[in-house]
């Protein structure tokens, strides 16, 4: 399977500052169709998931444009470009290139 | 407007079955994918299943962990997903979601705990 590892895992951040979660993967995420399934998942505390990003720079319908997503190969970056408080919860980087699909561990977003 | 709304979730004793069904609505439920996904309590997120299109073959995915103990299956006519799950185990207890093809939006989810 497919190892995700994200860094870090607890995140504090100050509002109105930026933030960056790292992603990597155990082997390369783009497909044979050329494309890249590494998508970013935010789950805020007592919600449902939503997923934020697909193909690693896809900003979803709804998602703020504060959100930001790159990077290719194995290594992928989230960043926030200014927390808000809305932001506090759990980020999930998730790969869909290789069965089966596998998520990184999760990294807690908090304010200071 | 694309809708999920899972069900069936409950207490049940390891070993023992149960089935959940996800209700979709707002979209050709036909064309697409479905699949589910769980969280346990004190871990991350984690892909349980996907079922294709009747196009793309209608073939099934699991994860590892589930693999021979669960059943994914779909009703294109009733727009419905449902998870058999048989042979349960503590680790199963998490609150299950489903969706469509991993994309939003995500059901409120059902929660599934399984415990003697």
């Known amino acids: 399977d497919v190892v995700m590892t994200q860094s870090p895992l607890s995140l504090p951040v100050t509002l109105g500052q930026p933030a960056s979660i790292s992603c990597r993967s155990s082997q390369s995420l783009i497909y044979s169709d050329g494309n890249t399934y590494l998508n970013w998942f935010q789950q805020r505390p007592g919600q449902s998931p939503r997923r934020l990003i697909y193909?690693?720079?896809n900003l979803d319908s709804g998602v703020p444009d504060r959100f930001s997503g790159s990077g290719s190969g194995t290594d992928f970056t989230l960043k926030i470009s200014r927390v808000e408080a809305e932001d506090v919860g759990l980020y999930y980087c998730?790969?869909?290139?290789?069965?089966?699909?596998?998520f990184g561990q999760g990294t807690k977003v908090e304010i200071k | 407007e694309v809708q999920v709304v899972e069900s069936g979730g409950g207490l049940v004793q390891p070993g023992r079955s149960l089935r959940l069904s996800c209700t979709a609505s707002g979209f050709t439920f036909g064309d697409y994918a479905m699949s589910w996904f769980r969280r346990a309590p004190g871990k991350g997120l984690e892909w349980v299943s996907l079922i294709r299109s009747k196009a793309n073959g209608g073939t099934t995915e699991y994860a590892a962990s589930v693999r021979g103990r669960f059943t994914i299956s779909r009703d294109d006519s009733k727009t419905i997903a449902h998870l058999q799950m048989n042979s349960l185990k503590t680790e199963d207890t998490a609150v299950y979601y489903c969706?469509?093809?991993?994309?939003?939006?995500w059901g409120q989810g059902t929660l599934v705990t399984v415990s003697s």
């Open positions: 969706n469509r093809e991993g994309t939003n939006p």
């Open positions: 998730m790969q869909g290139t290789h069965w089966p699909w596998t």
């Open positions: 193909k690693v720079s």
